[in-house]
């Protein structure tokens, strides 16, 4: 692996100094956590972006959800270049080339709302992800391998935690800047009034706020990260030589074979209950509310992710991952039959308490499947995150929602639940188990 920006330690050592205390080991894992921030944000701020551009741009469910689908396409696109590109220039450059990537995107928002253009637009967003995606390669297995395999769901969960802190703030800031600003936000709820020419250039332009702020935070955190000695990952998640690798094979591993559609299959629920929350709590029957009133309510769904995650990562020290999740698929399938099959406050409360039950499901997934994989966790860990682009197939939901109505659509969802329950109790059990590339004390 090429040598980071500057010199580092090797993994084993920071490990050993983890184990002590070191408070450069904890800022470098801070630092981390950073990233885990800034993605989630930029990625929930699509929630509060998405009914906005529905309005602008008079777009069907199935349209808007194709914004979204973008979005998680590029997962598919962009992961294999982004462990090539790791795998050239070293994990602390290729983390502030993918920060750099998603401020030249958010730039690109500004002339995508001045225009105003919808293929601007999914084309700013593509590069956000792109960005994004660079990030999630590097950054999630770096934190699945810096202890010991057994607490390394409950150490992924903690630091998504971050994610979902950035998530929860992301619609009160897309709120007040986004729908907060534009005649669509506001409008009342249950309006069906159409916007006028001149009314759809001004909410277009209400983005390039908000998205000239990410982009000036994602520079200053890119130079951070260039200038910080991060310790380098060692040979934790390097590709094992080709002698090594004869005679083994990542697919005899059950728990990665059924753990890539289980993460594929997790995001087309996550994302499709974030992007259509707003569209659903709105609606008379339900909330009633503004689409900026919805926002509020988003905050309170992403909150319950990061809530989760946190108790995820202290109940996982005792009990085991793969029960938890268990429990969490059964609860999450329960309160979306709730959501499709109930109305008033009831449905809305439903829809928003799936939060608490998703949130530990990403990572709980992600470390199950590349346990056991020894050397070969790198690709693993670049499978799993390619698996997220299963985040792109909410057209489908969007298609469900104009043909079956929306609130139909979120059997989906609950059908989606079940597969991660049948993952949970048997496809994520190891098989054909490899020794870990390092020991931790």
């Known amino acids: ?51 906005h551009l529905r309005s602008v741009f008079d777009l069907s469910y199935t349209q808007t959800t194709l914004i979204e689908s973008v979005w998680f396409i590029a997962y598919f696109f962009a992961s294999i270049p982004s462990a090539k590109l790791i795998e050239r220039v070293g994990y602390q450059r290729a983390m502030v080339f ?9 730039l690109m928002m500004v002339p995508a709302a001045r225009l105003p253009s919808y293929g601007v637009t999914l084309m700013a967003l593509f590069v956000i992800a792109s960005g994004i995606t660079l990030l999630q390669v590097a950054a999630n297995p770096y934190v699945a391998v810096v202890g010991p395999p057994e607490t390394a769901s409950s150490r992924l969960n903690l630091v998504q935690a971050f994610n979902s802190a950035g998530a929860t703030l992301a619609p009160l800031f897309g709120g007040y800047l986004i729908l907060g600003r534009s005649t669509s936000g506001t409008a009342a709820a249950g309006s069906t009034a159409v916007l006028t020419q001149t009314e759809r250039i001004a909410d277009a332009q209400s983005v390039v706020l908000p998205y000239l702020i990410v982009a000036g935070v994602l520079i200053v955190l890119a130079v951070v990260i260039a200038r910080f000695p991060l310790p380098a990952m060692g040979t934790a998640t390097q590709r094992s030589a080709k002698a090594d690798r004869k005679g083994v094979s990542l697919w005899s ?47 309170i769904l992403w909150g319950g992710m990061m ?10 020290r005792t009990i085991p991952a793969e029960r938890v999740l268990a429990f969490a698929s059964i609860g999450a399938c329960v309160v979306m039959l709730i959501a499709t099959f109930t109305t008033g406050h009831v449905a809305m409360w439903a829809l928003i308490s799936v939060g608490l039950f998703h ?28 698996a997220i682009a299963g985040g792109a197939l909410v057209i489908v939901q969007g298609w469900l929602a104009d043909t079956y109505g929306l609130q139909n659509s979120f059997l989906l969802t609950a059908a989606c639940e079940l597969y991660v329950l049948f993952y949970a109790i048997w496809g994520s059990k190891v098989t054909d188990p490899l020794p870990d590339p390092i020991t931790v004390p």
């Open 1 to 51: 692996m090429a040598m980071p920006i500057h010199t580092q330690k090797p993994l084993e050592a920071g490990v050993a100094h983890a184990a002590g205390g070191s408070p450069s080991y904890r800022s470098a894992l801070t630092l981390l956590a950073s990233l885990f921030f800034m993605w989630g944000f930029i990625t929930v701020i699509n929630n509060t972006l998405l009914p």
């Open 98 to 106: 993918g920060l750099g990537l998603m401020a030249v995107g958010a």
């Open 253 to 299: 591993h059950r728990n990665l074979v059924f753990g890539i559609p289980a993460i594929f299959i997790y995001l087309i629920a996550e994302i499709g209950v974030a992007n259509l929350f707003i569209n659903f709590v709105s609606q008379p029957q339900i909330g009633n509310l503004t689409h900026e009133q919805a926002s509020h309510y988003l905050f």
């Open 307 to 316: 809530v989760g995650r946190l108790i995820g990562s202290v109940v996982m």
């Open 359 to 386: 949130s530990i499901m990403f990572p709980t997934i992600f470390t199950l499947g590349i346990k056991g994989l020894g050397p070969l966790t790198e690709e693993g860990s670049g499978l799993l995150i390619m």
